[in-house]
Every structure is written in structure tokens, then in C-alpha cells.
């Protein structure tokens, strides 16, 4: 066993003692150590340098770009400011130009309104004509009782309305045509015409000659007396006529006519004047039974209390009966339903425009 240890010892001294072969080993060496440490000190102060100036321009540059993002902050800060009283500024006007345009839809709608009363649509026009045609032919028919008049106006409001083709007015001008219907119905009463012929009658009253006049003869000229007729002559002959005047023969072809004294004659045509008025205030009133006594009684009057075989009197005669044969409508109808059928129709076109206002 020992001899191997000692082969092992003797070739370490051998690897130990090798380095120490030579004179000049050992300055080599070191000097080679020097120039790694030199070169090495030198490598690490360049790269100690060259960080610093690295650090420094990082630095440098860091510092720049803080400055920038600070100097963009400010500016963002600053323009958000100003943005924010940009649009505190937007947000004023508009609210300004919101209150405006609230205010001047308020001032359109006034205007549109307005217009609409100055100046209604064509339709509208015409509705208020024809209101206005039926107020006129109720008025005619129920103060005046004037049927020609009130058909009239109504077959005027047909003839309007007959120029819109509109859906609406079907309704109105169905009541309308009833109306006028009812109104065709009626006989014809000329109202003018029979009051015409009473006034022509209260005229000729007072020329009308009474049945007294009939019954006494005209007196006879009496001839002028001879100029050289002696008294006891002229004494009789006077005498004669006072006696001839006391008696008179008659032959009557009919009952003996009342005697109306001088007195009363005045009043017997004024009573008959007055007849005569009250039936034609009757018939403008349409009062049927007042006009046709009225009339009976002026005719019986006459034929009473003057002279028949007068061609005045005849004639004034004619007319009465005449009158008195007129018929009258017993009853006027009513033409409202046309007039009610307008209001309803304006009355729902108008409901549509009332309802925003509210």
C-alpha cells in the first residue's frame, strides 16, 4: 500500500516545483497582471463614464420629458378650462336660442291663429255665408212669415254649398234639401200683392157712394124765372115745387137700403177703413181666421151701406171676395234642422284646433 502514496507525493512536488523552471518566470507574470488590472481599471472607468454620461443625458432627457408632459398638462388643464367655459358658454345660448325658439312657436302659433280669423280658409268662408243665409230665412219665416223669402234663401245656401265637393257637408245639405221640401209644399201666398189690393180698397172708400144717395133724385134744374113774371105767378109756382117735393114715388127692385144721416157717414167709412186695415194687418201676420172675418164683415158692410149698382162698388166688392177666397196655410214649418246641422258641423270642425290649446 505505501508504495503508490509515495508516486503520488512525487509527482506533486514535481507539478509544484515547475513553475520555478527559469530565471525570468515570475516577472512575466506580474507583468502581465499589471497590464490586466491597468487595461481592466481603465475598461471599468470608461464604463463607469460612459454610464454617468448615459445617466445624465437619461436624466437630461427624463427631465425634458417631464417638462413636456408638465407643460402638456397645464395646456390640457388650461384647455379643459377653456372648453369647460366654452361649453358653460354653448350650454347659455343655447338655452338662449331654446327660450327663443319656444318664444317665437308661441308667436307662430298666435299669428297662425290669428289668421286664421283674419283670414279663414274658402271652407270656412262659405259656412259662415251660409249661417248667415239661414239666419235670414228662419228670421223671414218666423217674424215675417214670408215663405217665398225663406225658400229663397235657402235654395241660395243649396247652391253655395253645391260647389264644395266636400264629405263633411253631405250631412248639411241632406237637412237642407228637407227643408226646402217642406217649404215647396207650402201653396203660394201672394202677401204683397193682397195687401196691395186693401190699400187700393182703403183709397177708394171715400169716393164710394152711399144706398142713401140712390134714393134721392137728382134735383132738377130749375129754370130761370121770366123777367116780367108777375108775383101771384112766381107765389104759385114756388108753391108748387115745396109740394111736389114733399112727395116722391118710387118703384124698388130690392129691399129698401138703410138711411145713413149725414152725421154718421163719416164714421161708416172710417169703421170700413179701419176693417179694411185690421185684415191686412191679419194677413202680414198670417192670422188666418182674423183676416177672412175682417174681409166677410168689410164686404157685408158694403153691400149693406152702398150703392151696388156704384161700378166702384162692385169692384171694390170683387176684391173682397176675392180675398176672402184666397186659402192661407194653416201652419208654417220649421227650418231650423238645417240651421242645427250647420252649428254641429262647425262645432266639430273646431274641436280639433281647441283640444293643443288646452
Avoid at 16 to 31: D, E
Avoid at 85 to 110: C, D, F, G, I, P
Avoid at 156 to 185: C, G, M, Y
Avoid at 288 to 317: E, H, I, N, P
Amino acid at each position: 500500500m505505501d508504495p503508490p502514496a509515495t508516486t503520488g507525493e512525487a509527482a506533486s512536488t514535481t507539478t509544484v516545483a515547475t513553475p520555478r523552471a527559469g530565471p525570468f518566470a515570475a516577472p512575466a507574470s506580474r507583468g502581465l497582471v499589471i497590464v490586466l488590472a491597468v487595461v481592466a481599471a481603465v475598461a471599468i472607468a470608461a464604463i463607469a463614464l460612459a454610464l454617468r454620461n448615459a445617466h445624465r443625458e437619461l436624466k437630461l432627457e427624463v427631465g425634458q420629458k417631464l417638462a413636456q408632459v408638465e407643460n402638456a398638462a397645464a395646456a390640457a388643464h388650461a384647455r379643459n378650462v377653456e372648453l369647460g367655459n366654452e361649453l358653460r358658454e354653448a350650454q347659455a345660448k343655447v338655452t338662449l336660442l331654446e327660450a327663443r325658439v319656444s318664444e317665437s312657436q308661441t308667436q307662430q302659433a298666435s299669428l297662425e291663429a290669428l289668421y286664421r280669423e283674419l283670414a279663414p280658409s274658402r271652407d270656412e268662408v262659405a259656412l259662415n255665408e251660409v249661417e248667415q243665409v239661414l239666419m235670414l230665412a228662419s228670421q223671414q219665416l218666423a217674424i215675417a212669415n214670408n215663405v217665398q223669402a225663406a225658400l229663397a234663401a235657402l235654395q241660395l245656401a243649396e247652391a253655395k254649398l253645391s260647389r264644395f265637393d266636400r264629405p263633411q257637408l253631405v250631412a248639411l245639405r241632406r237637412a237642407l234639401t228637407r227643408d226646402i221640401d217642406k217649404l215647396k209644399a207650402i201653396p203660394y201666398v201672394d202677401v204683397a200683392g193682397m195687401s196691395l189690393k186693401l190699400d187700393q180698397a182703403v183709397g177708394v172708400i171715400a169716393a164710394l157712394p152711399l144706398a142713401r144717395d140712390e134714393r134721392l133724385p137728382l134735383a132738377p134744374a130749375s129754370s130761370a124765372p121770366p123777367a116780367d113774371e108777375a108775383a101771384w105767378s112766381r107765389f104759385l109756382r114756388e108753391a108748387w115745387n115745396e109740394v111736389k117735393s114733399l112727395v116722391r114715388v118710387e118703384v124698388a127692385d130690392r129691399p129698401a137700403a138703410p138711411l145713413v144721416p149725414p152725421t154718421q157717414e163719416y164714421y161708416l167709412r172710417e169703421n170700413l177703413r179701419l176693417r179694411l186695415m185690421t185684415a191686412r194687418i191679419a194677413l202680414l201676420s198670417h192670422d188666418d181666421a182674423g183676416f177672412r172675418t175682417d174681409v166677410t164683415a168689410a164686404s157685408a158692410w158694403v153691400k149693406q151701406y152702398f150703392d151696388t149698382r156704384s161700378k166702384s162698388v162692385q169692384a171694390l166688392m170683387a176684391t173682397l171676395a176675392q180675398l176672402a177666397a184666397t186659402p192661407m196655410p194653416a201652419e208654417l214649418p220649421d227650418v231650423t234642422a238645417s240651421l242645427t246641422a250647420l252649428r254641429a258641423l262647425r262645432a266639430t270642425r273646431e274641436r280639433p284646433s281647441a283640444q293643443p290649446a288646452r
